[in-house]
């Protein structure tokens, strides 16, 4: 079935010499969807795009800004320091960080007892290990010997081994 239905406008619509047609009108309506969806896309596709290049730029620079920032910090930024007499006297980060390696670690006896114990405790981590590696490739080569003589019964060898 085909219905075929034709609209004459001109009973709804009478054109007058002051006013403007329908078809004018009906232009005008779909030059301004079309304007309007043209810049709605444009303008999510521009924002979208300058978005991600100003993403890409900031995680680019982020790592020079943050290290920047960290030596203009430690280099401008003053703090206050109580003295032996009650003053305070101002000084930067670094500065400061500097004087409390220097008084903590500077003199010798200091670094001497620092590298000891740092040293100390190295050679007896490496040396626990060995002696468990010995241990157990000692008590190993018993038991491969063992059950080379016979000594144990059958398959002991290979649960003892493979533990």
Known sequence: MILKIEV????????????????SLVKEEITSRIKKEAYEMFSKEAKEAFTNQVVRKIELDKDLVIK???KELFTNKKIFKN???GQLTEMTLEEKITNEL????????????????HFENCTTQISKELKE???????????AKLNEQGMLKEDVAKILLNK
């Open 102 to 117: 220097e008084r903590n670690y500077n003199t010798e006896s200091k670094f001497n007892d620092y590298f000891r114990k």
């Open 133 to 143: 590696r010995y241990d157990l490739l000692f008590a190993s080569q018993i038991v």
């Open 68 to 70: 920047n920032t960290i």
């Open 83 to 85: 003295t032996y007499g």
């Open 8 to 23: 004459d406008l001109n009973d709804i619509y009478t054109e007058y010499e002051d006013e403007v047609s329908i078809t």
